[in-house]
């Protein structure tokens, strides 16, 4: 029962909100602002007072970087950021290279950014001091838990902490200008005339060790399937705020910890939160670390999902097994995938022992590599376009000066290296075994899919045969028009039979059953056809009520919010009532997932009646 072929029915919403630069960069900055908290501090044991000045001195080759991302977010607009870049300009193993250097690098960006966070919130609550690691633990643990029951995530909450942590940073750079005088002012002179006296070698090594203040500029390709288009624009614009409010803050307070603060007397690993508390009270203090911590452990909660992506990239180019993104039956998250996302973080905290500088040291090599990879990929790419004007000069630059942070930190940091490599070497001598002999031609990956795209592919499935997208159900209302929308999450013998009542009371023989496959926050399923679960529902409920004598229809929905899809669905189709059933979820799932029947009153048409069968 599928009908194919053009339509001028109603186009359907994305699954993403489109995103508008401010809100790209918002997210981005809730990635990349973090390092603002436990860079310096690495800085510091590396090259003393003069820390601010290699930060600023890698300024320039970050802002070149940054204007290469901004085109490979705009130019895969299905994500993957290394990973599709790399594929197109040196094939999909080299494409499986910088997916498993992203993988190392999430790894860690969830490890420290967790240890960061405790570390922080200890600053401020002595009696959690010596514990960071084993709370760092409990916290990935933590996310793991909720993010297997499913978060309701959403760009909104992203740009409301990284907005909330950069105004934070704004207003502690306020108060420390108001508070130094003429000594410190001296002091900061003193460490960028200092930096020049520091052998090349040295110099060179606090150059590569700088970038790990710029790190998460991988996370503006990984939001591109979300970005409002034209992509190029909304992504340069996002990008160049990202610029500014990195080099507005990042240089400035790394010199002011290192310079204002008496490093001998405070904890260098909580240094923006130490400098809140000299230079503007317990009140300032307070609302630094508050801010820190709360953007710290989002950023490992996005690693846990990032991963999420990476492994379905790998997995489709066949070097992951399909079987690690499977989704939990009742909670539709991939519960392997996060699993494994914070298992190998766990296991990184307990190597180093919550070690911040030997969790920075580790970090700098997937990020690095992942850098090197993005930025030569694309320069192969506009050579094989024929672009090699002064734009293509100014990309190989950027290339050279990111391989030299790389290569100077393989030498120079070994057990990094050693950590770093053995891991992706591992994973990719998997990738390549697990492929085999399946596929040696280069996979194609598609665009992101849309809740439209989604129905369309669940349409031509072999096992949605009998199941309509809302489109195809739109294009029978000639011969087909239900007045009532039947929706299930599950068998439910007792509301068919209220529907049953219904149908016969009102002499309707027409009747929409719905299932809606339900997003878990960010984590956007790779394969876009009903589930098991959802095909099983819908034929035994289509088959009661047609043994009855009743045309039913069964609809498919892919969506994030399900309250809002039903009653889209209701919009759409016309239909006066709704019957659902009373919600069999704890105040956990209501809590981290919302609750249905609210959203549903609240976004349903104001003529349809909602009939709650208990």
Request: glycine content about 10%; some cysteine; hydrophobic content about 50%.
């Amino acid at each position: 029962m599928s009908s194919h072929g053009p339509s001028s029915g109603p186009s359907v919403p994305a699954q993403l909100r489109s995103l508008g630069p401010l809100l790209c960069w918002a997210i981005v900055y809730a990635d990349i602002g973090t390092s603002i908290y436990y860079v310096p501090g690495i800085l510091y044991r590396d090259v003393g007072t003069s820390a601010a000045t290699f930060v600023l001195a890698t300024s320039l080759a970050f802002v070149l970087l940054a204007e290469k991302y901004s085109e490979i977010a705009a130019r895969y607009p299905g994500g993957g950021g290394v990973v599709s870049v790399a594929d197109e300009a040196f094939g999909p193993r080299v494409g499986a290279l910088g997916g498993m250097l992203i993988l190392v690098d999430y790894f860690l960006t969830a490890a420290i950014s967790a240890v960061s966070g405790f570390t922080y919130l200890a600053s401020l609550l002595p009696v959690l001091h010596g514990f960071e690691p084993f709370l760092a633990a409990g916290g990935l643990l933590l996310l793991g838990v909720l993010n297997w029951v499913g978060i309701r995530e959403s760009a909104q909450v992203s740009a409301l902490i990284g907005t909330a942590a950069f105004v934070s940073l704004l207003l502690l750079i306020a108060a420390t200008v108001g508070h130094v005088d003429t000594e410190h002012w001296q002091r900061i002179a003193g460490s960028v005339s200092a930096a020049g006296s520091i052998p090349l070698s040295g110099a060179v090594v606090g150059y590569a060790a700088a970038w790990l203040a710029f790190s998460g500029l991988e996370s503006l390709a990984q939001i591109s399937p979300a970005m409002r288009p034209p992509r190029r624009r909304t992504g340069g614009i996002a990008m160049l705020l990202v610029v500014i409010a990195v080099l507005a803050t990042s240089p400035l307070l790394t010199a002011f910890a290192t310079n204002v603060l008496d490093a001998s007397s405070v904890n260098p690993d909580a240094f923006q939160g130490e400098l809140a508390g000299a230079v503007g009270g317990e009140g300032l203090k307070l609302l630094v670390v508050i801010t820190a911590s709360a953007l710290l452990l989002f950023a490992a909660n996005t690693a846990i999902v990032g991963s999420y992506h990476v492994f379905g990239a790998l997995a489709d180019g066949e070097f992951l097994p399909r079987a690690l993104l499977a989704r939990h039956r009742r909670f539709g998250t991939p519960w392997i995938a996060i699993v494994a996302s914070v298992v190998v973080p766990l296991g990184v905290i307990a190597a180093t022992r919550g070690d911040i500088g030997m969790l920075g040291d580790l970090y700098a090599f997937g990020l690095l590599g992942a850098f090197v990879l993005s930025s030569t990929a694309l320069d192969r790419v506009r050579i094989q376009e024929g672009r090699t004007g002064m734009l293509f000069a100014v990309g190989v630059a950027t290339s050279l000066l990111v391989i030299l942070a790389f290569v100077t930190n393989l030498f120079e940091k070994p057990h990094a290296t050693l950590f770093g490599g053995t891991l992706t070497l591992v994973m990719l001598a998997y990738g390549l075994v697990h492929r085999g002999e399946i596929s040696l031609g280069r996979k194609q990956r598609g665009p992101a899919v849309t809740t439209e795209e989604a129905e369309r592919i669940a349409a031509e499935a072999p096992a949605a045969a009998r199941i309509l997208t809302l489109k195809e159900a739109f294009e029978l209302k000639p011969t087909y028009a239900p007045h009532t929308l039947v929706c299930l999450r599950g068998p439910n013998q007792r509301l068919l039979e209220e529907v049953e009542t219904r149908l016969r009371g009102a002499k309707q023989t027409d009747v929409a059953v719905l299932f809606v496959e339900e997003v878990p926050g960010l984590f956007v399923p790779r394969e876009t056809v009903p589930s098991r679960e959802a095909v099983e529902v819908l034929e035994e409920a289509v088959t009661w009520l047609e043994d009855r004598g009743f045309t039913a229809v069964p609809i498919w929905r892919l969506a994030q919010d399900t309250g809002e899809a039903i009653a889209y669905v209701a919009k759409t189709l016309g239909c006066d009532a709704i019957v659902v059933g009373t919600s069999q979820r704890g105040a956990l799932w209501h809590i981290l997932r919302g609750n249905v029947l609210s959203r549903l009153i609240a976004t349903a048409p104001r003529e349809t009646r909602i009939l709650i069968v208990g």
